[in-house]
């Protein structure tokens, strides 16, 4: 094994992605191609699409996200959600997913972020990444969804199964 070469190492993921790059793999092109799908939308997220939208034979891994609305928050029981984005919340995210393209030069992704009412077990947002190594699949998906909460213009508005409600900030 080089030592570019992402092999086994420690928990994240060995690195950095200069660090997680082996210098003989193909090349994955420019960012803004690699990015095959990045939304904000009403309709169920399909994970396993999103994973069939990075297949690339380039790339020997795929990691997947499905981020599912859970059965409770903060010690208290979730009957419901409902997301709700600002109207540039479209834009938002394909800025972030080019933004790890861009960071991720051996990369393919593929994203979506569902807003309107969902029930407990429905995808909210949902990632696939694709790479040549499995190291850097990782990594890039864990950035993008950090990303992602982190910068997209998202509200959840909580509805308990005592009948109370509140809203909270995706941001941050």
Do not use: N
Not at 88 to 98: H, L
Not at 136 to 165: E, N, S
């Amino acid at each position: 094994m080089s030592p570019a070469d992402p092999g086994p190492g420690p928990t994240p993921f060995g690195g950095g992605p200069d660090q997680l790059r082996v210098p003989e793999d193909p090349p994955m092109g420019p960012a803004p191609q690699r990015v095959r799908h990045a939304e904000v939308t009403e309709q169920p997220v399909s994970v396993a699409a999103l994973a069939q939208a990075v297949a690339d034979p380039r790339c020997g891994a795929v990691v997947t996200f499905d981020g599912v609305v859970r059965d409770h928050d903060g010690g208290k029981g979730v009957s419901r959600l409902e997301y709700s984005g600002h109207p540039g919340a479209g834009e938002v995210i394909i800025e972030v997913a080019r933004e790890i393209t861009e960071r991720y030069p051996d990369t393919v992704i593929a994203l979506a972020h569902r807003v309107g009412p969902l029930a407990i077990g429905e995808t909210a947002l949902g990632c696939a990444v694709a790479a040549p190594h499995r190291k850097q699949a990782f990594a890039a998906c864990d950035d993008l969804v950090d990303t992602v909460k982190q910068r997209l213009p998202i509200w959840k508005h909580q509805h308990f199964a005592d009948g109370t409600d509140e809203w909270v900030g995706a941001l941050g």
